[in-house]
């Protein structure tokens, strides 16, 4: 895999790519923001491996601009920064992963590859066109929601939540699966970060036009049914 890592600690980074590398993977490390931003605009990654903290511009910056750009690479951050309030703010930044430092080789190779793998997929699914459901579509070419052809803006967590929504329409899905599905993470009791998001996506799509799509079964999941 072509990887992009920003670690500005000067034993970490080096032995990252060094261990990385040796697994066959192409990685070029990077210890300044500003540069990386630059390097992931020109090159086609497929991971990004993303500390918080770093010179120049910081890792929640970077992704915000590189999403910006329409640039879907899956992005792990890595960081000591790992109370929920963190947690969130990375993946509302369009991070799709966060393992939190101290952490163990083995742990951050397996989510790459789960990353790789689930990328993959969607790239062999039909992801050309648009995905509708009722009077709502999704643009899966621009990553673009549209409910009655309003444009809705919805970050990249919530796109994901109302694909999987609509690919899934009239099934249950658990926090569990939606937290695995979107967030590439076993199931934490303690997270709130399904129901922020799903609160967040209820605002968008379904306050303006005064009915509901997304139905919570009690202490079981929810449920997506259009009009």
Sequence with gaps: MKILLLEDDKSLGPWLKKNLTEMGNSVDLFINGDKALIASLKINY?????DRMVPGLDGLTIIKKIRDNGINTPA????ALNDIENRVQGFD????DYLSKPFALEELVSRINALNKRNSFKKN?????SLKSGDLEIDLTNRL?????QKIDLNNKELMLLEYFI??????LTKSMLLELVWNINYDPTTSI??????????KIEKP??????????SSGYVYQSK
């Design 194 to 203: 399904v129901e922020t998001h799903i609160s967040r996506l209820r605002s």
């Design 93 to 96: 930044a369009g991070g799709d």
């Design 125 to 129: 699914q039909n992801l050309n066109g």
């Design 145 to 149: 929601c549209f409910r009655q052809k």
């Design 76 to 79: 792990i951050f890595l960081t």
């Design 46 to 50: 497929e991971i990004m491996i993303i």
């Design 209 to 218: 036009f005064k009915d509901r799509l997304i139905k919570t079964i009690r």
């Design 167 to 172: 690919r899934f329409e009239g099934q249950k």
